[in-house]
């Protein structure tokens, strides 16, 4: 052994470390600080090396797989470093599949180590024996085994370099249990991802810049890659610059922080509606934005659609567009605007000053209007009324992250985020019960500011167990439940389809905060719109987690443009 300047102790390259030191001191390299997990035996190891080597390695254990994986995914999504969940064989492995599926959707960097049926026993049947990485093999960037101790480090160093690196996304390893505990040379430390950006195509770039030019009605819809990829600062310097108006979704909401002029979002129909370009950076052209195609309506003529990715794949192949372009989303941004004003622009900048104001203008018509939901007295209470109280006592660094149905699109149409990396959701997969292990990641990575999540009931029953884990680590998050004792979002359709629904509706009025009570933290049931906001206070002023849970009116279900399908 050697020691460093600190007088630690160092392994060397013949020093034998067991296949957990080994795999943990790859994961430190590329910025992990903390390990996701729910106790089994065949990743013993990994604990053993999280609390034997200096500094230790934070532990949060878990009450059910998915959290530990959803929290890992978080944590790769607010830190823009990969998260590290630790499963053990066999359905721990598999428990974390639907997580592990989301991460792929959301482009969030995850590396999840399972557990595996030891060597010396393959194929005898011993405890739960299972060949993993197939399962894994359509939903992550890499999917394979470890087969011996020696390989543990550099396959570990690879799934983590796939993970963060563009288009970002999960990758799995899983490590026969014999070989976990087995030992080899620590060999050459790994240094990290080290993989240098790509240049987006300057033919690319010039293409889109004159498309822009000639634009007299365009829209900029920056999504999460333009977080994962840093490119935040770069892009709201474009924007400021051009004076473009901005439509943000997923993580790039806050890029342009909530209520600024060029911010249109609340004008988002609108704006797509009657754009002439529409050019849409780092998140996919899919549902949620009619899959690439704008305008067109009542005769009009479509808008011409841009599609910039992070990465050659991540284009869309699907939709008809006037160019893309695809690398580095901050040289996109700062080469985009170099070429805009290049001197073969004759000094000639484009002025949607018109365009802009007329935007502005619905954006005022829309706040006036929401202003009329967020403070209704109704009873049963109006969702909306909730974000009412909520939105002003939100600080500009809070973490708001949604979990739910009908309940969370009211989250998505009134909250807008000050600052950049301030809101988490399931992104386009519409994964429930991902909220808990986001909130507990939020808390880790944000210690100081303000974590909400947002629950619909049905979300909160897949999870609230967790809790648990909230207190067992002294993580304190605010939790509101939009109760509606049903699954709104299939509720109503359902009986638009059918004329009846049937499996739509839950226990009326559970006491979700008693459960949240019963674990060790606080919590209350508001009926009376009155007593949400003295609720939320005493939420955020008790430092655990704390639940307020909602009596809300099933009638009033978001107004929604898009099925998803």
Excluded at 425 to 450: E, K
Aim: proline content about 8%; overall charge negative.
């Amino acid at each position: 052994m050697t020691t460093d300047q600190a007088g630690q102790a160092q392994p060397t390259t013949d020093d034998p470390q067991h296949g957990g030191i080994l795999a943990l001191d790859v994961a430190r390299a590329h910025g992990v600080s903390t390990l996701f997990t729910l106790s089994g035996a065949h990743v013993f190891p990994m604990y053993d090396a999280a609390v034997k080597t200096e500094p230790a390695m934070p532990i949060v254990d878990v009450r059910h797989e998915p959290t530990a994986v959803f929290a890992a995914e978080a944590i790769g999504k607010l830190t823009r470093t990969p998260g590290l969940a630790v499963l053990t064989a066999g359905p721990g492995v598999t428990n974390g599949v639907s997580a592990v599926a989301q991460a792929s959707f959301s482009g969030s960097p995850l590396v999840v180590v399972g557990g595996r049926a030891p060597n010396n026993r393959w194929g005898t049947g011993s405890l739960q024996e299972l060949d993993h990485p197939p399962i894994f093999s359509s939903i992550s960037k890499s999917s394979t085994t470890a087969h011996t101790v020696a390989d543990i480090a550099p396959t570990m160093d690879e799934a983590f370099t796939l993970a963060g690196s563009s288009h970002r996304g999960p990758a799995f390893v899983d490590v026969p249990m014999d070989e976990f505990f087995n030992s080899a040379p620590a060999g050459r430390p790994s240094q990290g991802n080290t993989t240098a950006p790509v240049q987006p195509d300057p033919d690319a770039l010039r293409a889109i810049a004159e498309l822009l030019r000639t634009s007299e009605r365009p829209v900029l819809v920056l999504g999460t890659d333009v977080w994962a990829d840093r490119a935040e600062v770069a892009a709201l310097q474009f924007v400021q610059e051009t004076g473009v108006p901005v439509i943000s979704n997923g993580m790039g909401r806050g890029i342009v922080p909530g209520g600024h002029p060029q911010l249109v979002t609340k004008a988002r129909s609108t704006a797509f509606n009657r754009a002439d370009l529409v050019i849409v950076v780092g998140t996919p052209l899919d549902f949620r934005l009619g899959y690439g195609v704008f305008g067109g309506k009542e005769g009009a003529t479509p808008a011409r659609t841009v599609h910039v990715a992070d990465s050659a794949g991540q284009v869309s192949s699907h939709a008809d567009t006037a160019a893309t372009a695809h690398g580095d989303l901050s040289l996109f941004f700062t080469g985009l605007f170099d070429a805009l004003t290049a001197p073969a622009a004759h000094g000639r900048r484009p002025d949607w000053t018109p365009w802009l104001s007329t935007l502005q203008t619905e954006v005022a018509a829309a706040t006036a209007r929401d202003t009329e939901l967020l403070t209704a007295e109704a009873d049963p209470i109006h969702p909306a009324r909730i974000y009412g109280e909520l939105l002003p006592r939100l600080a500009d660094d809070a973490v708001v992250i949604g979990d739910g149905g009908d309940f969370v699109s009211f989250a998505g149409k009134f909250v807008e985020p000050k600052r950049p990396g301030g809101w988490l959701d399931p992104g386009p997969y519409g994964c429930l019960g991902a909220g808990m292990g986001a909130a507990m990641a939020a808390r880790i990575a944000r210690p100081s500011s303000q974590v909400v999540l947002l629950y619909g009931d049905g979300a909160a029953g897949m999870s609230l167990m967790d809790v648990d884990t909230l207190v067992r680590h002294d993580l304190p998050v605010v939790m509101v439940v939009g109760n509606n004792s049903a699954w709104g979002l299939e509720k109503g359709p359902m009986q638009w389809i059918y004329g009846y629904d049937v499996a739509a509706d839950l226990a009326p009025q559970t006491r979700y905060d008693q459960v949240v009570t019963a674990l060790g933290g606080g919590g209350e049931m508001v009926t009376d719109p009155r007593e949400i906001g003295p609720a939320i206070d005493r939420a955020f002023a008790s430092g655990i987690p704390y639940l307020v849970n909602v009596m809300t009116d099933v009638d009033a279900a978001y107004p929604r443009a898009t099925t998803g399908i």
